[in-house]
């Protein structure tokens, strides 16, 4: 949409549904496109205190890119059109110019990198420098891009991909912990928001958003939390190594959205057979289909 159109829709709806649906805008990634565009979304963005992401440096390429077209660092360019800041959450980041101070900018203009390991890998776009992002003080948060690119929106498959990526790569296991990538997933989110003082962790005062998740069955053996403090498995360890299917119960502003495991206002079922027809449906308007290797004759 135009900026124009974008702005119409943040001031009429920005802060609905009690303060929960929250518009940002989406600046599309700087590939040749006018620099002044870009500019313009910053502009704008700062003017109303209005949250900017954008996918920045993803593609192998991309680095290249900003240099011939623009003659500077992927995060240089987002500070050149005003784009980076608090409430700025650059996603995926691969491919940075740390020579360049690209992260000596993100740390000091206060953006956040959203880390989106399983899009990183699928898509091939390499591994992003999360390590040393960390190491300089960059806000880091977990992210996984959108299903196409991921299969799932599983933010524990993220975790324990973001946990273990990156001690292979680098062969050292200790180079990012549970507790840090813990922390991606919940408060560094919750501050590329700007919401630190509300959600992201569990403190007095803050909103009651809440995942209580219960490690059961044998995916979790031998788990067992009568016997953390005589040197059972560290309870942070298990968490991120954990999987969607152990959540027992989420609140959101107090209210109870999922408790044993179920849905408790909306129909599941419901939803799964209405997507189902609505793919369908895309898929007939569209002539697209997906790709298979499998001998299927379309109708």
Known sequence: ?????????????HGSVNDRLHMWFS????????????????????????????????APKDLSIYRQYYQCSPIQFCK?????????????VVHPDPSAGDF??????????SHNPTSNLKLGSGISPI??????????????????????YDMF?????????????????GILNAYQVLEFATINGARALGLEEQIGSLEVGKKADIVVVAPKGLSSAPWDAAQVPFGGMDPITVLVHSSGGDVD???????????HGKLLHIDETD??????????GIRKRSGVCARSHMAVNYV
Not at 5 to 13: D, G, N
Not at 33 to 55: C, E, K, L
Not at 167 to 173: C, E, T
């Open 1 to 13: 949409m135009s900026l124009d159109a974008a702005i119409v829709s943040y001031e009429s709806h």
């Open 27 to 58: 600046a599309g990634t700087p590939r040749g496109s006018p620099i002044d565009a870009h500019a313009a979304i910053g502009q704008a963005a700062a003017d109303r205190d209005i949250g900017v992401t954008m996918h920045c440096a993803e």
């Open 80 to 92: 050149d059109t005003n784009l980076t800041g608090k409430k700025s959450v650059f996603a995926h």
């Open 104 to 113: 000596d900018l993100l740390r000091e203009t206060k953006s956040t990198v």
């Open 131 to 152: 390590p040393e992002m960390v190491a300089c003080g960059v806000n880091v948060a977990l992210g996984t891009d959108g299903a196409p690119c991921n299969n799932t």
């Open 157 to 173: 498959r993220e975790m324990h991909m973001a946990a273990i990526l990156h001690g292979g790569a680098r062969q050292d296991s």
């Open 249 to 259: 119960t989420v609140l959101v502003d107090g209210c109870v959205l999922v408790d």
């Open 271 to 280: 939803i799964i057979e209405r997507a189902k027809e609505s793919v369908a």
